[in-house]
């Protein structure tokens, strides 16, 4: 089982920028990978894909300020995310889902 550990959360303001990062433990190539985040009290709620042929999909909300992206010599995966508003905080997750494996999640606050 891969392991998967975010970091680079943080309180930004609004219209800022973060990039998060998720390095894992072994080789990601055969993976879809994605990022979800949770709010308290909501749901994980899916934010972003790529697949194992690099094809990338995002939830509307972010479509256009976020970017998912990964080194696959560096078994890491990012999520730049760009023109942040209030509403994109969050608990943020990477992982592959459709192996159940998870990080630890990274914390993401937008505000003044």
């Known amino acids: 089982q891969v392991e998967f ?3 680079g959360g943080a309180l930004v303001q609004p219209g800022g920028s973060l990039r998060l990062s998720c ?3 072994g080789s990601i ?3 879809t ?5 949770q709010t308290p009290g909501g749901q994980r709620e899916f934010i972003a894909r790529i697949s194992v042929g690099g094809i990338t999909n995002y939830t509307e909300s972010v479509k256009g300020r976020f970017t998912i992206s990964r080194d696959l010599t560096r078994n890491t995966l990012w999520l730049q995310m ?3 508003k209030p509403e994109d905080t969050a608990v943020y997750y990477c992982g592959a889902p459709n192996r159940g494996y998870w990080g630890q999640g990274t914390q993401v606050t937008v505000s003044s």
């Open 5 to 7: 550990v975010e970091s």
């Open 82 to 84: 760009n023109s942040v």
């Open 23 to 25: 390095a894992a433990s």
């Open 33 to 37: 990978m994605a990022w979800y985040r």
């Open 29 to 31: 190539r055969g993976y």
